[in-house]
């Protein structure tokens, strides 16, 4: 199985962006989908998570009501629209995925694969 995210770009502050996120390969279904981004020098972070089976979906404190995930079942693939973004935003941002149930999805290792990344720049 692999993700491949993709959409990330050099934006202005109050910008958007809408990041997708396309599993290929083994056909598995998706039990929860996840965005982390990493910034340089920093450790990564959690950013948003959603639950395939019931919708559910959870965020970071600091990109909520700024960012929205979303998934399209037929396609096999999810979203992350990033609106207002800020230069605190600046990382890479990568999608994870999780072939199994977890009683959480904001902690990197309940996901099972990970894509490669894709580079988010804010600039003032």
């Known amino acids: 199985v692999q993700l491949q995210a993709s959409g990330g770009g050099l934006v202005q502050a109050g910008d958007s962006l809408r990041l997708s996120c396309v599993a290929s390969?083994?056909?598995?279904?998706?039990?929860?989908r996840g965005w982390f981004r990493q910034a340089p020098g920093k450790e990564r972070e959690f950013v948003a998570a959603?639950?395939?089976?019931?919708?559910?979906?959870v965020y970071a404190d600091s990109v909520k009501g700024r960012f929205t995930i979303s998934r399209d079942n037929a396609n096999n693939t999810g979203y992350l629209q990033m609106n207002n973004l800020k230069p605190d935003d600046t990382a890479v941002y990568y999608c994870?995925?999780?072939?199994?149930?977890?009683?959480?999805?904001?902690?990197?290792?309940?996901?099972?694969?990970w894509g490669q990344g894709t580079q988010v720049t804010v600039s003032s």
């Open positions: 994870a995925a999780s072939s199994k149930p977890r009683p959480s999805v904001v902690i990197s290792t309940v996901y099972d694969y």
């Open positions: 959603i639950r395939y089976s019931s919708g559910y979906t």
């Open positions: 390969g083994r056909t598995f279904s998706s039990y929860a």
